[in-house]
């Protein structure tokens, strides 16, 4: 009888601990992104009182050889990957250009951890302290994609030259003195794109509608 009671208890103890092990698992779907494999995330989201299945494409740092080692490592032990936009047909949103001064080697990435994506610059490899321009969860950049169906990631970052921002600013008023090195084109997919622009120890930002 002593056996049967004993057995008793630990039959309850492991029904228990199922109870709760599924009740962690069943938390964890409606939680958040889901990961549909290393790279890959998808979930629900709601547009215009609507739910949407929504994925996003990432990829490693290892995908971007250019990138310099100790950047490379930096966003490794930061944990991020970059997110892709959907009309991608190549690794994107990891930038090189000169964007402190004219002849400076530096870098811009789109870094995405656990559903936050920063928009980080690292000014001649320092990877210290990169600056953080931008910080928004993956879900809030998101936008149809008709040959899917599915909302999918709209958010991109691109080198712009000299020239290209100076274009750029053509209806500005008074207009800003012609810069001498590069900007980084921030831009949504058939989106306004903005012009962020180091300049002595700030960044200024140009605005555009197309």
């Known amino acids: 009888m002593k056996d049967c009671k004993f057995a008793g208890l630990r039959a309850a103890l492991v029904a228990l601990a199922v109870v709760v092990c599924c009740g962690e698992v069943l938390m964890a779907q409606f939680e958040g992104p889901q990961a549909t494999d290393a790279f890959s995330s998808s979930g629900q989201a709601t547009v215009g009182g609507k739910a949407r299945q929504y994925k996003v494409e990432h990829l490693p740092a290892s995908s971007f050889p250019a990138l310099p080692t100790a950047v490379a490592a930096e966003l490794n032990q930061r944990g991020c990957l970059i997110p892709q936009t959907y009309e991608a047909h190549g690794p994107e949103n990891v930038i090189h250009g000169s964007f402190r001064r004219p002849g400076s080697n530096d870098w811009a990435v789109l870094c995405s951890v656990r559903g936050t994506v920063s928009f980080l610059v690292f000014f001649d490899g320092e990877v210290a302290n990169p600056a953080v321009l931008r910080t928004a969860p993956e879900t809030s950049r998101l936008a149809p994609n008709n040959a899917t169906g599915k909302l999918e990631?709209?958010?991109?970052?691109?080198?712009?030259?000299?020239?290209?921002?100076?274009?750029?600013?053509?209806?500005?008023?008074?207009?800003?003195?012609?810069?001498?090195?590069?900007?980084?084109?921030?831009?949504?997919i058939d989106g306004a794109t903005m012009y962020w622009l180091y300049s002595g120890s700030a960044w200024s930002v140009t605005q555009t509608t197309e």
């Not at 990631?153 to 003195?177: S, Y």
Request: hydrophobic residues 35%; without cysteine.
């Open 153 to 188: 990631f709209d958010w991109g970052i691109d080198r712009a030259t000299p020239e290209q921002l100076r274009e750029a600013q053509a209806g500005i008023r008074p207009r800003p003195a012609p810069p001498d090195h590069d900007a980084i084109a921030d831009s949504t």
